[in-house]
Structure formats: structure tokens, C-alpha cells
């Protein structure tokens, strides 16, 4: 499938659909930068094979997931939602050239960043407010993911509504390296939330980091259980704390 983006707005590679707000990038790029953990062009190449950070435990579910895009028997038009400086989205669109990528967030210097490094014909990198989104990209998905987005959305229930309406029959929704909280430990990671952007000088940022029942995909399915393996832990052996959820539009 060859998507017309032609008119829609572009800077710096950059397809803009909604109208910037840097409210939130802000906040989040002012956190990044106190963790430092602001990456060079070179480490973003390497994702998710960096040796710091959470990055080793990001690499078998991606892993699993591109082994899951590619045994698709059909070109897929894939959105990232959330895509950060585009590192995700690069390596589901080298699975196969028939498949059109998407990546889509509202942080214009790392969607910059993204689209200077990661240059490919089947993927693109696009600033919008998903609840924003107009008809000036008349697409539907085969695919949606939010990888290690879903808890800077205040709404979740809001947001897979708006989703499932983006998606083709029989489209996918999946929740990668996402929190989601038992409901009685809900309040105790507010509060650890709260503290930690308080003490780290950006206390602006805890109005953009939401945690999440785990009731709310009681309706997915689980194709990856998180296990606290102890064995794991004493081998030193390294996966996602995070369990990996799909939904299917039927």
C-alpha cells in the first residue's frame, strides 16, 4: 500500500497532523534529561541492544513481537503510537519492505531525531494529538502498538475506543512494556510518582504519568506473561517486567 501524505505539512522529515503543543514533551524531555538519558544519534541505532538503562530488559520483547510481524503472510500497515525517537518503529518497518510504518508522537525533537536517522521508503514519522486527528490521513491500521506508552494516556478506555475506529477489520491492537497496577497498589504508585519528579526537579511531569488498572485489559489477551522467576533472577537472565497484550477487532 502507498500512502499519500502529500498534503500534509512536513518539516525536518517530520509530517505534522495536529498542531504542536509542547506542553507535555517539555516536561517529559526536562525528566530525560535529569535521568540522562537524552540518546546520541549512535545509541538509538543500537536500540534495543544498549547496555544501560532499561534497555536489556527491552530486548526479548522486541524480539517477540518482530518474530510475530514476520510471520504475517501479507504487507501490513503498522502505527506506533508513542514512538519516541522512532528506534521501535525502524525495526518493525525492516521486516519487510511491503510493510508501511508509522510513527506517531507529540515530541517534535525526538520525532526529528527519528526521522534523521531512520530512513527508510516504507516509514514515516508523524507529530499528532491522537485525539486530534483529522481526515487529512484517510488510513486504516492492520496494526497499532503502544510500546511503553500507555501510562502518559489519562483515559485508556477513551483511547482504545478511538483506536479500534482506526483499525481494518480484523486489526490488532498491542500493549508492550506498559504498566498496568493491581487496584490496591494503585495509590502507593501515585504516590511513589509524585515523589520521584518531585525530587528529581520536575514536578510538572506527574500530571502526564497515569497509572493504569490491570482490570482494564481483563479483555485482551496476554500472548506474553510476565513471570518474577526467581531462577531467572539468580541467573541474570533479563525480560520485560511487563506483560504483552492484543486485542483484536472482530
Sequence with gaps: MNLDFSRI????GVYYLTPEDAGFSKHYLAVREKENRILTDADIRKLPFLNRDEWPYRVKSTERFIKYIAIKK????????GCGNGWFSNKIAEVSSENNVIGLDVNREELEQAARVFRKENLYFMYADIFKVSKKCETLFDIITLNGAIQYFEDFEELITLLQSFLTENGEIHIIDSPFYKTNEIAAAKQRTKAYY?????????????????????????????KRNIIHKILGKKDSPFSWYRYIKS
Design 198 to 226: 518531585k525530587d528529581l526537579g520536575v514536578p510538572e511531569m506527574t500530571a502526564h504519568y497515569h497509572h493504569h488498572d490491570e482490570k482494564l485489559v481483563a479483555n485482551f489477551e496476554v500472548l506474553y506473561q510476565c
Design 9 to 12: 505539512t512536513q518539516q525536518e
Design 74 to 81: 501479507r504487507p501490513q500497515t503498522i502505527l506506533t503510537i
